[in-house]
């Protein structure tokens, strides 16, 4: 039978031909296929058409492969570009035979840098182990000490590139670290980059290209079914030495070699079945000491991996890390200065980073590890066995329980699978973090690494962020609940009893900002109230302008309500510019506001500044506007100016504090009523649904004598392959299909949108009746309110609370860095 290739030509001839008088054209607009030794005669069909974008299609030569216990493993030759400059290859003089009494028996071992490994996996992640798959690691007897994961779904390759250019950017330096007992210059072995990519169909063409250019994946090879069984996970191992600059998509030499695993999903089955493949099937090959999660688009800082692992190492009780998560501003900082949703994002992360997580990491429990740039103990989040139902349960268990409960593949009626359970495992980091700290019989904790970042990028868009706080608040609010409520969980761990009191404390404080978060709505109301009628007080005009601005406050908040239950975002865009500029305007009035009422107490003081005296300052003290109100918000903005001078972090404060303050309304108004609204979206972000998936006529064959086999398209010139899809990155607008990456969202079910109805009346009604009780029950004067001051200084408390904890977090870190430092170097002479 002849060989026929796949690239539209037309199949060579059975006998030779006579030579014709004139050599056929080139066709195609790329140079044309090369010409054969003996020239053929013109066809008599017409010649195929040229390819689109003047890429020549790509020819394969159909090869028969052995199935090893009825799996698909091939190991495919790489281009030559890649290959002919490896520098531990050269190190290489001459390979002694040993006598065959001191070799194990096994697989023989391929050449890591010559050949990629593919493997058409057909079984579902957990059952990886069982059904006998293995991965190189295993094979080469490597020990694996950390293991890293890029999950993507269809990015280009610039946010790939940005992403994988800084983890081997870090790899090269754990190589660097000569004096180390666990790197030195080959500790790439002990490092492996696990690419897991979400759908076949869905793959970026030019992030596809990409990893055909550094070697890790070949596209003829892919087979789709094996032994009547549909592929689920195409799994490319290669080590290459190359990346491509994020910038130019220009090779870059790197002389560490890097260890790469790529897991192509068959199907689109969402970032947390990615992370599913990550732990559940190579992990359990592998066993890493520690598990680094990274999104595509992320990029470690210099030596943020190091840094991170360096936690672990140091301290054995720590179960995850993560690092700080830093907006990208762009070049010059342009992303800040000209978008104020930038830059309020990037306030907001820079006081998480410095108030929130070093808080949360003094009591030794961080709510939520972001899933983008965060660290885990495999041995920490590894399931037990119970000893009652002789089933997995533990951190790992909970975490993917999301999974089955958002694919309705949950049958056990044990179980409870409701619209609560569904938005709860929206932020299932969350989850993993707290069945971390209470797991079974451990005594786990978590900790955050200031020197380790990384830099992401945010929505610069309403809608965008509209959609994503979306899930974020939805999904924070039902973890935290799930949290709090299973507080006692901590106690069946062996945690001392004085972290055991810690934690009890730190849950406390959550369930407070849980409480607080609740009537946020009604709360922000409220301080625009009283500070409006105490200013009309004093001012006739601020009478009549309180009074319109109090109309337009409430009929924004109808005016979201309705926005929120009967469309979608994009389709009222311009309807979400008005109310944040609007919103933000009300902002304005109400500083406004307090520096009136901060003026009227001093002046009302009489104080005077040539006669400023003990008594003077006194009567400033005892004026009630002044000390409630100027005071309250001084000690709270005035405690976030303090501890980022102390973190050496004051920029911020500048360049994005201002932004912050005027878009207060839009984060509480407009965000929360949107989520709340939408309780019933229990869907991740803003990807897509499964792209319909291509035919692939392939079938395996039985031979005569029984043996399994299966045909796969092989290159017929590794090198020509590696130069078209080095042309694709450099183009990638001509190669884009251009299909439409938004679906349309199923029908809303009967049951969520009841349990939506009764949640947003809960929430409206009980921020009404504080409204009510408030302003009818209580006096409308700022001075004489007690609701309005116990806001205040709650607020207040709550920031002095986060200082404490932050300058605790800031002076054991000074200690106990210089600590284990001790500590390390008196193990190392010892040993």
């Keep these: 039978m002849s060989e026929q290739g796949q690239g539209g030509g037309y199949p060579l001839p059975l006998l030779p031909l006579p030579p014709p008088l004139l050599p056929p054209p080139p066709i195609g607009g790329g140079g044309g296929y090369p010409l054969p030794l003996l020239p053929l005669p013109p066809p008599l069909l017409p010649p195929p058409p040229p390819p689109i974008g003047g890429i020549q299609p790509r020819r394969y030569t159909q090869k028969k492969i052995e199935l090893s216990d009825g799996h698909f493993v091939y190991d495919c030759p790489v281009p030559t570009g890649l290959t002919t400059k490896v520098p531990f290859r050269e190190k290489v003089v001459y390979d002694c035979p040993v006598p065959t009494g001191l070799t194990t028996e096994g697989p023989k071992r391929a050449n890591e840098f010559d050949e990629a490994r593919y493997t058409a996996c057909t079984c579902d992640p957990d059952d990886f182990e069982r059904e006998k798959y293995t991965l190189r690691q295993k094979t080469y007897k490597r020990d694996t000490e950390i293991f890293i994961v890029i999950t993507m779904y269809d990015e280009d390759a610039k946010l790939f590139a940005r992403t994988f250019h800084g983890v081997v950017e870090n790899i090269r330096e754990l190589c660097k670290r000569d004096r180390s007992d666990t790197w030195k210059e080959d500790g790439w072995k002990k490092v492996v980059v696990c690419i897991v990519s979400d759908g076949f169909e869905e793959i970026n063409i030019s992030t596809k290209a990409y990893l055909s250019a550094i070697g890790v994946y070949q596209e003829g090879v892919v087979k789709k079914e094996v032994n009547n069984k549909p592929v689920t996970a195409h799994i490319f191992e290669y080590t290459t030495h190359f990346c491509l600059d994020p910038e130019n998509m220009k090779p870059v030499e790197v002389y560490t070699p890097i260890q790469v695993l790529f897991c192509l999903k068959e199907e689109n089955t969402k970032k ?94 961080i709510t939520v590890l972001p899933g983008a740039f965060s660290a885990y103990r495999y041995k920490a989040i590894a399931n037990q066995i119970d000893p009652e139902t002789n089933e997995e349960v533990g951190p790992l268990a909970s975490y993917f329980l999301g999974e089955k409960l958002h694919n309705q593949k949950l049958n056990d009626q044990k179980i409870k699978t409701g619209l609560f359970e569904a938005n709860m495992y929206l932020a299932e980091d969350r989850i993993l973090c707290f069945e971390l700290i209470s797991k079974r019989d451990e005594s786990w904790l978590l900790r955050y690494v200031k020197s380790a970042s990384a830099e992401t990028d945010v929505p610069d868009k309403i809608i965008d962020l509209i959609k994503q706080r979306r899930r974020w608040l939805n999904g924070t609010f039902f973890a935290s609940l799930y949290a709090i409520s299973h507080t006692f969980n901590i106690y069946r761990s062996k945690h001392s009893i004085s972290r055991k009191i810690l934690l009890s404390i730190e849950m406390f404080y959550q369930t407070y900002n849980l409480i607080f978060s609740w009537f946020a709505l009604g709360n922000l109301y409220l301080i625009f109230y009283i500070l409006g009628n105490s200013v009309a007080q004093y001012a006739n005009w601020e009478l009549i302008l309180y009074s319109g601005l109090k109309f337009i406050y409430i009929a924004l908040i109808v005016f979201q309500v309705a926005l929120a239950m009967g469309n979608k975002p994009g389709s009222t865009k311009l309807a979400y510019i008005f109310s944040t500029l609007f919103f933000a305007s009300i902002m304005i009035h109400m500083l406004v506001a307090t520096g009136w009422i901060t003026y009227i107490s001093i002046k009302d003081s009489q104080v005077k500044i040539d006669g400023l005296n003990l008594k003077s300052v006194q009567n400033i003290l005892s004026d009630f506007n002044f000390r409630n109100i100027v005071l309250s918000l001084l000690s709270t903005y005035g405690l976030y100016l303090i501890i980022s001078v102390l973190s050496f972090e004051p920029y911020h404060m500048i360049s994005s504090f201002p932004q912050y303050m005027l878009l207060v309304p839009f984060y509480v108004n407009v965000l929360n009523i949107y989520a709340f609204c939408n309780i019933h979206d229990v869907s991740w972000g803003t990807k897509g649904e499964p792209k319909k998936k291509k035919v692939h006529d392939e079938k395996e064959k039985v031979d005569t004598k029984g043996d399994q086999s299966a045909t796969v398209d092989v290159p017929e010139d590794a090198d020509e392959e590696y130069e078209k899809v080095q042309s694709i990155l450099m183009d990638p607008k001509t190669h884009d299909l251009g299909e439409l990456k938004e679906r349309q969202e199923e029908a809303q079910k009967e049951s969520n949108a009841k349990f939506r109805t009764y949640l947003v009346s809960s929430w409206i009604f009980s921020n009404m009746l504080l409204i009510f009780l408030i302003t009818n029950l209580t006096s409308t004067s700022s001075s004489n309110n007690i609701y309005f001051i116990f806001i205040l200084w709650s607020v207040a408390i709550l920031a002095a609370i986060r200082f404490i904890g932050s300058c605790i977090y800031l002076i054991l870190r000074l200690f106990t860095e210089k600590i284990f430092d001790k500590f390390n170097k008196a193990r190392k002479d010892v040993i």
């Design 272 to 365: 947390i079945n990615s992370h599913r493949w990550f732990f559940n099937a190579f992990g359990k090959i592998l066993k890493p000491n520690v598990c680094i999660l990274l999104d595509a688009g992320t990029k470690p800082g210099e030596k943020s991996i190091y840094h991170l692992w360096k936690a672990f190492d140091n301290n054995s009780s720590i179960g995850g890390a993560c690092g700080e998560i830093v907006a990208m501003k762009g070049k010059y900082g342009k992303n800040i200065l000209f978008n104020p949703l930038v830059a309020a994002q990037n306030f907001e992360y820079k006081m998480s980073n410095i108030l929130d997580k070093p808080l949360e990491s003094v009591f030794g429990y």
